[in-house]
């Protein structure tokens, strides 16, 4: 890919993706905690659950590893966008997952107040809410207007559509 082509798309489309990702992922983790409880025959759902929470992990990072090192999740062709390192070139295996342990920063800070505050419910979702907005609003001070967990690992993620398709509903 040629540099010149690495346009950053806008804030809103790679929310948007990431929503969808969310959407997409939901069917990931409940097949996922189905053969879980179904190979430990976990009963109720507090037994086991530092395991389920560690099987998860590992599945969630096996997704997005493998489709990142492909260049795309069905969530970022939907929204054409792409993963690249900063020459443009595919990831590599151990740069994606370098990536997933880094975009933990969207998840864990909120839930280190929330635990440490021993906050209620509505409290939660807008610490979360807070620094959701707070964090991505931050890539506009950023080098490419990228997400700071992608600068740090290498990686960027790109506007792309397959050569002799049009640019679709989601270009914009």
């Given at each position: 890919m040629d540099t010149a082509e690495l346009t950053t798309p806008a804030i809103a489309r790679r929310l948007a993706c990431w929503l969808y990702e969310g959407m997409l992922l939901f069917g990931v983790v409940f097949i996922a905690g189905y053969l879980f409880g179904t190979l430990t025959q976990t009963r109720h759902a507090l037994d086991n659950r530092h395991g389920l929470q560690g099987f998860l992990f590992v599945v969630i990072s096996a997704y997005f590893v493998e489709f990142w090192s492909r260049g795309q999740t069905l969530a970022m062709k939907t929204w054409n966008i792409r993963i690249c390192n900063a020459n443009g070139a595919p990831v590599s295996r151990q740069r994606a997952m370098l990536r997933y342990l880094l975009s933990w920063v969207w998840i864990l800070p909120p839930l280190f107040v929330s635990w440490a505050g021993a906050l209620p419910a509505g409290a939660i979702?807008?610490?979360?809410?807070v620094w959701?907005?707070?964090?991505?609003?931050?890539?506009?001070?950023?080098?490419?207007?990228?997400?700071?967990h992608d600068i740090a690992a290498g990686t960027r993620l790109v506007h792309y559509v397959l050569p002799g398709e049009g640019a679709g509903p989601a270009a914009t």
């Open positions: 979702a807008l610490v979360f809410l959701l907005l707070a964090w991505a609003g931050s890539s506009f001070l950023a080098p490419g207007r990228q997400f700071w």
